[in-house]
């Protein structure tokens, strides 16, 4: 099994930044795809940004390209949501997730998710 926390989460004003990490447990984290995904209050749980199991190949949402970096350290157990010029749209719980995943941009493809992170961006 894995387990995953969710750090980092905060209040920024528009146009500022905030780094997520999550935190895994287990030591065949390496051999797992990883994702960030998030959910806003009243809606559905949609796809931010996620890696294959291999980290060859990263996938970013349209609404956060060019803003949002994902990283992976094995090394770790850790990856990361780098969140920059963040806008209010961006207000959601953020959370992590692993698992044997093939479409790794469908949240139901993952098994193991952490307790979510809240991110809160004010205009």
């Known amino acids: 099994q894995v387990q995953l926390v969710e750090s980092g989460g905060g209040l920024v004003q528009a146009g500022g930044s905030l780094r997520l990490s999550c935190a895994a447990s287990g030591r065949t984290f390496s051999s797992y795809a990883m994702g960030w995904f998030r959910q806003a209050p009243g809606k559905e749980r949609e796809f931010v940004a996620a890696t294959s199991w291999s980290g060859g190949n990263i996938y970013y949402a349209d609404a956060v390209k060019g803003r949002f970096t994902f990283s992976r350290d094995n090394a770790k157990n850790t990856v990361y949501l780098q969140m920059n010029s963040l806008k209010p749209e961006d207000t959601a719980v953020y959370y992590c997730?692993?698992?044997?995943?093939?479409?790794?941009?469908?949240?139901?493809?993952?098994?193991?998710w952490g307790q979510g992170t809240q991110v809160t961006v004010s205009s």
């Open positions: 997730a692993a698992g044997a995943a093939v479409v790794i941009t469908a949240s139901y493809e993952y098994d193991y």
